[in-house]
């Protein structure tokens, strides 16, 4: 069993760090491909909360089953549902009798036979459960009719998205027109939404195996559509592997302008995208 954790200070050694990548990354260390270790995660989530970057850092993310695990860790938590809408109220309730401070949900959609039940399902699990936190909604596969109309039901219950970028099966991993139209359907409905999995890097890129999103295409696509461009517009953006190039079209207020709607990604390091924000120049190294 993982020791008890002193709690977190909530309020970290501060530094210039600027505003629109506050709370970008979701220290996602216990995952594939990094499984680290709980109680070596829940340490190094600690130490990062200490760093000059740590507003970088937004929640930890663990599974539900977890959390009898983390009793007394002050950090705010993501709670991945592992199972269906039925197990949703107890993790939850579990977490408040602990003290844990829960700050998001995540749950995947089980019935692809009825995604929009599904949903509905889990928005009364949510309800019943009584616990007011943001609650990320995963829907599988392309952004066909049906999906869509899933995608309307989470934006009606007041819910947000969680789109999966990557995949230890690199042939799993979604195209760029995939991701485009699940953005572009997001924004349609005025839906948050955050990522989850192979985002670590800033721009697109591929290695041994496959191609994988990079965070800054998804913040330049996000803002190419809100602008009003095209999923054509934004399948480019996707694409694009020139760093500088993404840099240049997310100046003037363009990083902050995505934020309102591309929340955070869920990383298994939460150094990688750091230090690709510095080579790029869009942060300054302040260690």
Do not use: Y
């Amino acid at each position: 069993m993982v020791p008890s954790h002193a709690p977190v200070d909530p309020a970290p050694r501060a530094s210039a760090w600027p505003e629109e990548w506050r709370g970008l990354v979701d220290d996602a260390a216990i995952f594939p491909p990094g499984d680290a270790p709980l109680h070596d995660a829940t340490a190094a989530h600690t130490e990062h909360r200490g760093e000059w970057w740590a507003d970088l850092v937004g929640t930890f993310v663990l599974r539900d089953t977890d959390l009898p695990l983390v009793r007394g860790f002050g950090a705010p938590l993501s709670v991945v549902v592992t199972g269906g809408a039925g197990q949703l109220a107890g993790p939850l309730g579990l977490a408040t009798r602990l003290g844990l401070q829960v700050a998001a949900v995540e749950i995947a959609v089980r019935d692809v036979d009825d995604p929009v039940g599904n949903v509905r399902r889990i928005d009364a699990a949510l309800r019943a459960a009584e616990v007011d936190v943001p609650l990320f909604i995963e829907l599988s596969g392309p952004a066909t009719a049906s999906w869509l109309t899933a995608a309307d039901e989470v934006a009606a219950c007041g819910h947000r998205l969680k789109l999966r970028l990557g995949n230890l099966d690199h042939d799993l991993v979604p195209d760029a027109a995939t991701v485009a139209a699940w953005i572009d359907a997001a924004l349609d409905r005025e839906t948050r939404f955050k990522a989850t999995a192979g985002l670590h890097r800033a721009v697109r890129h591929d290695p041994e195996g496959g191609g994988a999103h990079g965070f800054l295409n998804v913040l330049a696509a996000t803002r190419t559509l809100w602008d009003g461009g095209s999923v054509d517009d934004a399948t480019a953006q996707l694409e694009q592997r020139d760093g500088a190039a993404l840099s240049a079209g997310l100046a003037d207020g363009g990083v902050a302008a995505a934020r309102r709607w591309f929340t955070s990604f869920g990383s298994c390091s939460v150094t990688e995208p750091l230090d690709d924000l510095i080579a790029l120049g869009l942060v300054e190294d302040h260690a």
